[in-house]
């Protein structure tokens, strides 16, 4: 259905009526007509039906009629210029694309020689013609239509007077120049041209204008393209908050607005906070227009990339889905370059799903658009994966031709590093010349990955960065560079947690107190911005004190900055000693006792990859399943598992799949430190079984009756760092704090898996309801463990709480246990973060009974050990997020050396004789890894432990190093 001529275009706006044109000398039955023609369109407006439509485009074709009769001039020109361009609306509004533009430019060229007469038809032909050339993908015209009125407008502002609705008209071609400049990569010049829109919207109709609004989120937009990510992500924000204190949610701009904040979060490295955004975005947008228009699909494109970047590919093929769906029944209402996104995140998605048949059906309609349009930004997103798809298919000449575009594109200077470096390391991958390429693209690749990161919001790989290492993984094997191959592994396997061991070896490495101080004081700063951003997005999309929230966002984001640059300033060489950088290899060696190998276990995007160094060799190979493979079989033994059960045939899959080609280099190996990427990094490989069983007892040959095993963050080598002799050392043990509630073992029943953080937080702080429903815990093994330590202080009950954690100094003890309840990480960070559960507070006090992962983080201590005995405490900090990257991040920042991590939730008694063992092994001199074998070894012929040979039962922990 068609409203005012320009007011159906996201971004574009209208003005109240239409008012008839009056010319000087009007013929009396062309102005007679177009009188009718505006009276028509204000009941369309005012009462959009199909017999409305119907009517306006009847009185638009009497106007055209009448107006070809006479002879072209100043009194007749106006009448037929506006009422091609209200024809050429409703044809772009049908789908009829080709006939649109033809009266938009045909509406340009009667009123070019009279536009001064009648400057309200000829910008609003402008306007329509530069849109609807963007939609048939001719950019350039559309740049050019669109800026000859953009300066026709300026330089009449300067000269005469103006109105609201020239100024609106003025806006309406600044935003639609602003999409052109984009789709032909001039970044710059888009943002200038929004930046133009916007002025001149403030002085059509006010700051707080709906359309001023939507200015703004566009110009957002435009910003974060340009790569001006912290100018996108304000100008985002504060779109944000005006749509909910100046627009009502059944405007469409305040979908809008919360739509752009969930894209410029995520194109600043902020996903998993997008995706929350970006799934309230589309409540809203179901609630107020329905699932059948172009933006709804948007808005599921929008939402599925996200997902992919995450790695939740089943869920992104889900949406993606839906939104090509959607876009078929619109036909041609669906631009062509909305298409040709859609299908490259569903190409992506199903190349992570493992399912190349539909991938390449998906990325080569992706592609066949791309060479129609060759819109700006999208080829470094699809043509490597296309290339890939091609070759993992066995058309080797499709992919040269993919890969050949590739290089073309990204020759143009404004092309991003990481997509010419893309193109160099396919091109070399098959073979193909590029002379700008340089003889090292696998290291380039890498390098430019790692900037990426390291310049980042939250530093996590996105699909972009895990194509990228695949292709740098298979130069590796093509040209056997194992240095090539560990460089790449680094940075797959890395995560939040890498960088907090890399500050947390910084902070206890260096030989200057004032510079370990600084970086105390920046982690500090970290942790509190993030929760601080966090609580802020959370209130944003659901209500609150959205005020008081941003302020202290913004205290504590000026308080972040002051410490970077502070510290920045002072300690030149800090940014080198904290970024991720390439391992040598010889570095790896040298901190290897001759019976000791690192294993990297290294999921890209459609294959994954191992890595072994020992003291005297380094082996890389693909594995033969393809990745999602092999992360399903690591998903089956981890269910089982989480049940109480065990997959064996699964957990010899995985065996096969990691070990088959390695295991004769292990021979003299007794102990494997094993840094895993994605979907590895969940895996229990203490469970592994070498060889298939008939049934499972404690004779069945597990990994862990061959290696002592430990988990790790990064290949880096391992700084050596002082403990304490054990046996002296102090413990503090904190166990079965004061439940939250006292019925609520029904509750706990009712509740099937972990109970997540997302469910516990409310407006930011925890919700004691919620929390009541997790059961009350037993204190044996808090003292069952402390025994095993000469010198324990141990707190229980109301002692186990936050209150009486604030008062004690942490930094004496060299172990610390905590025996209570995890909240597993929700869907968005910070506020639904990972957490330890402790006592209910008394009445009035200012603690909530939760210890977050920012507020762990914020601890000082200097323990040898910390024992996190509760439910998976080795999980990630988000939906997506590595493991390890949670709990293990916070403790690491702290100051923790070893970490003993759970995979799932402890039985208690099991929990006692494992931490008990591990601590007294330890005492003895072993190094953790050999301790926790020997738990696990004893743990499963304890004849006291029923169902001891269950790895459910012996495997929960792991040690993380």
Known sequence: MRRAA??????????????????AKSPAPLAALDKALSAAINRENANPNQANFDASLKAAEAVIAAAEGLPMGPDTSPYLARALVSRSSYAREAGEIDKS????????????PY?????????????????????????????????????????????GPSSAALDMSESNIGYTLAIAYMQLGQYDASVKAQEASLAARVRAVGEFHPATISARYNLALRLSRAGRLEEAEAMARLAAEQVKQHVPQTDLGHVRAVETLALVLAGGGKRSEAVEVARHALDIRVATTGTGDVNFAAGLTSLGGLLADLGRYDEAVSVLSGATSTQDKLGALAAPTDRLRTLTFLGHAQLGQGKMADARQSLDAAYAIWEKTRAAGTAETLLPSVALARLDSGDEAGAVAAATAHLAVASSPRAPVLGK??????????????????????????????????????GELVLADRLSLELAMR?????????????????????????????????????????????????DAEMAYRRANSVYLLLLGNGGDVQSARTARDVALATLEQERAGIASSYPAWAALTARQGVPLADIRSTLAKDEAVLAVVPALTSAFVLLVSPDRAVVQRMQPSRASFASSAARLRRALDQRSFDAASSHELYRAIFAGIAPDLRRTGALRIVAGGDAAAIPFATLLERPVDRIGRKAPFLVMRYALSAGASLQART?????????????????????????ADAQAARKGPLLASAVFRGGQADAQSLASLPALRSAEVEAVSRSVGKATVLTGDQASEEQLAKTRLDQYGVLLFATHALVAGEMEGVTEPALVLARPERGSSSDGVLTASEIGALRLDADWVILSACNTAAGDGEAAPAYSGLAQAFRYAGARTLMLSHWPVRDDAAAVLAATVLKEAAKGRKPAQALRTAMLRAMADPDLPDAANPHVWAPFVVFE
Do not use: W
């Not at 320009?6 to 010319?23: E, I, K, T």
């Not at 533009?101 to 070019?112: F, G, K, Q, T």
């Not at 094997?477 to 460089?487: E, K, M, S």
């Open 421 to 458: 470096a893309q193109s160099c390391a396919i091109g070399a991958l098959l073979g193909i010349a590029a002379a700008e390429c340089g003889g090292s693209p696998g290291y380039a690749l890498v390098r430019a990955v790692t900037d990426r990161l390291d310049a980042s919001a939250d």
């Open 6 to 23: 320009l007011a159906a275009v996201s971004g574009l706006a209208c003005l109240g009526q239409v008012p008839s044109h009056a010319a």
């Open 101 to 112: 533009l033809a009266d938009a430019e045909r509406a340009r060229e009667v009123i070019l």
């Open 720 to 744: 050596a760092q002082p403990r304490r002799a054990l046996a002296a050392s102090a413990m503090l043990a904190l166990g079965a704090p004061t439940p939250f509630g006292t019925s609520m």
């Open 475 to 523: 130069l590796a094997l093509r040209n056997g560079d194992v240095q090539l191959a560990a460089d790449a592994s680094q940075v797959l396997v890395g995560s939040k947690v890498a960088r907090a061991t890399r500050l947390a070896a910084a902070r206890a490495g260096t030989s200057d107190p004032g510079l370990a101080a600084r970086i105390r004081t920046l982690q």
């Open 115 to 159: 536009r001064d007469l009648a400057p309200d038809a000829y910008v609003q032909s402008i306007a329509l013609a530069g849109d609807v050339a963007i939609r048939r993908a001719l950019f350039q015209q559309a740049a050019d239509r669109l800026g000859e009125g953009a300066g026709y407008l300026a330089q009449r502002r300067g000269k």
